[in-house]
């Protein structure tokens, strides 16, 4: 356990090492768990819907930026072998959180809520009906009421759907919310069901063909092809990189000192025989186990930004996973296998050049 | 014949244009024990380091039973197989113990970390350091890590001894210690000897004496 001894030496330039490399890994672990995270949750909202098609409005970065006006709706309902569910949906700014979420959704999908406590708000009231997330997060119970826009609102039930983003969020009547969120007469998105199970893809082809305004996409195709999935996921790799460049420097650093500080005993070691490698495999070791600390600090990290996260009134209440899936978790330390081995090849060139002699002289 | 023929071995430095060695021939017998002296600069330890492989000479030739070093094979083999080094500031890795300081030669080698640690703790146990051998070298005095290094080169029973300054770092008590212990167990593995030093005293009890001056053998 040389490496080890190594590493202990120097504690605290090993602890600053540790967690120059856990910043990295916290950033891109936390936000690629945000993002998998949406876009899973995104996927399971549609599929607890059991829907087969979904209705955007067209170049609409996201479901929250689609507008469908309201004769595109009726052409929609009037298509044969469809049934057509209007949904609108959108942030509201409150005095309990300045990022909540309310949805507006007809008659017809009220039954799809699974109600913990009370039943759904009835057509053509004000009354709401709120996710558990937020009800814990208020304490609010069934016949309490909720600041909501601009005035108060009566809760009438509590529903869950095993869904982050609709668990923190509040739900009126279709009416009632296209309302508070200036969309009269507007819906988001359409959730259309067919009869024909085996005619989605002719079904969406012929949307597309007779609503130009509109962009029909498959279930299976929806959550791929929302752009700010796509844009957050451009982004998400811009950060990783950045943050992955940052902690290769930071270990390249640390084994570059290493190197300095120990350039006479290589020499030594080459005195007696090794050749560069086994020096370089003894340094690959500290930088394996460096990193690899910096990995499991980093995924603790992660956890504890995704915890700051949820709890922050910015961000709304609930949104951000406090999980970091097995998949993610594996993938960190992938990558800080790569960063230990990136780490490494600087100082393992300057090791490999290093006569013996020069070593032995070196002071 | 020769065990070891130095035969007109040049090194030229050219970026700072110093000619360390000019043309020095020489030969030592199996298990002779031979001091090269000479002041500071002199070439000794530029001496050492070609007949160890660890520096290359610009011109002329050592030959080893025959054999001319670069016959024997990767230099790190060579080294690791036929010479065993003991340097004036006993140069231990500090993040290894004493034992895995001795041990080190027979890294290179591929020996078994089992094997290893025995024969480390053997040659520990010969110069009286087996109470010491998990210490790191920093717990242990100058003349105790001398001790080790000495142990270290003779772990592998390498065929030649390369001892630059070996007590020059100690007082005359530890040095000359430190000297005899060298010189017995070389002499019970008939290895060959050859340590480069000031100290006269050290030289006498050699079986010969070279002198250089300038690159060169004087005497």
């Not at chain 2, 030229?12 to 002779?32: H, Q």
């Not at chain 2, 024997?72 to 006993?90: D, S």
């Not at chain 2, 290893?116 to 920093?138: D, I, T, Y």
Request: positive net charge; charged residues 20%.
């Amino acid at each position: 356990m040389i490496f080890a001894r190594n590493i202990l030496r120097h504690k605290l330039r090993s602890i600053m090492t540790i967690l120059g490399a856990a910043v990295g890994i916290a950033i891109y672990v936390a936000i690629v768990a945000i993002t998998n995270n949406l876009e899973n949750e995104t996927q399971k909202m549609i599929n607890d819907y059991n829907l087969d098609i979904t209705v955007q409005s067209k170049g609409a970065p996201s479901p929250l930026h689609s507008r469908i006006k309201a004769k595109d709706i009726a052409g929609l309902q009037g298509m044969p072998g469809v049934r057509v569910d209007p949904l609108v949906v959108g942030a509201i700014r409150e005095n309990w959180n300045s990022y909540g979420m309310l949805m507006g959704i007809p008659a017809s999908l009220k039954s799809r809520f699974g109600m913990l406590e009370g039943a759904p708000p009835t057509s053509g009231s004000r009354d709401v009906m709120i996710g558990s997330i937020l009800a814990q997060k208020l304490g609010l119970k069934p016949g309490d009421s909720i600041p909501f826009g601009g005035d108060s609102a009566k809760v009438v039930g509590i529903f869950s759907m095993g869904n982050r983003l609709v668990d923190g969020a509040v739900v009126a009547d279709l009416t009632e919310a296209q309302k508070q969120l200036g969309k009269e007469g507007q819906i988001n998105i359409a959730l259309v069901r067919i009869q024909n199970k085996g005619e989605v893809k002719s079904v969406v082809q012929e949307i597309n063909r007779r609503f130009p305004t509109l962009h029909a996409l498959s279930n299976a195709d929806f959550v791929g092809n929302i752009r700010l999935f796509r844009t957050i996921g451009t982004f998400t790799k811009s950060v990783a990189i950045i943050s992955f460049i940052g902690s290769c420097l930071v270990v390249t650093n640390t084994l570059l000192m290493a190197v300095s500080e120990r350039t006479k005993e290589v020499g030594i070691l080459m005195a007696v025989g090794w050749r560069p490698w086994l020096v370089i495999r003894m340094l690959l070791a500290e930088s394996l186990t460096l990193c690899l600390c910096g990995a499991l600090a980093g995924n603790g990290m992660a956890l504890l930004i995704l915890k700051l996260l949820n709890n922050s009134e910015a961000v709304g209440f609930g949104w951000i996973p406090v999980v970091i899936s097995q998949t993610t978790f594996l993938a960190s330390i992938g990558v800080t296998l790569l960063l230990a081995l990136i780490s490494i090849i600087w100082p393992a060139v300057i090791l490999y050049r290093l006569s013996p002699v020069e070593a032995l002289r070196h002071e | 014949m020769s065990f070891l023929k130095v035969d007109r071995l040049s090194k030229l430095y050219p970026r700072d244009n110093i000619e360390a060695l000019k043309g020095v021939t020489f030969s030592v017998s199996e298990g002779e024990v031979v001091a090269i002296m000479g002041p500071s600069g002199c070439g000794k330890s530029t001496l050492l380091n070609m007949i160890g492989a660890l520096d290359r000479p610009t011109s002329g030739d050592i030959t080893i039973n025959g054999r001319l070093i670069r016959e024997y094979g990767p230099t790190h083999l060579f080294r690791a197989r036929m010479i065993g080094f003991v340097f004036q500031f006993h140069h231990m890795v500090s993040g290894m113990t004493l034992a895995e300081n001795v041990a080190a030669p027979l890294v290179a080698q591929g020996i078994g970390k089992h094997e290893r640690m025995k024969r480390a703790m053997e040659l520990l146990e010969n110069v009286g350091l087996e109470h010491r051998a998990h210490f790191l070298p920093s717990r242990v005095s100058g003349g105790e890590r001398q001790r080790a290094a000495v142990a270290r080169s003779l772990v592998a029973t390498p065929k030649i001894i390369l001892a630059d300054e070996p007590t020059g770092n100690l007082d005359s008590f530890a040095g000359e210690a430190v000297f005899q212990l060298m010189l017995t167990h070389s002499r019970d593995k008939g290895a060959t000897v050859i340590i480069a030093t000031h100290n006269a005293e050290i030289a006498s009890l050699c079986d010969r004496t070279i002198t250089m001056r300038d690159g060169c053998i004087i005497n």
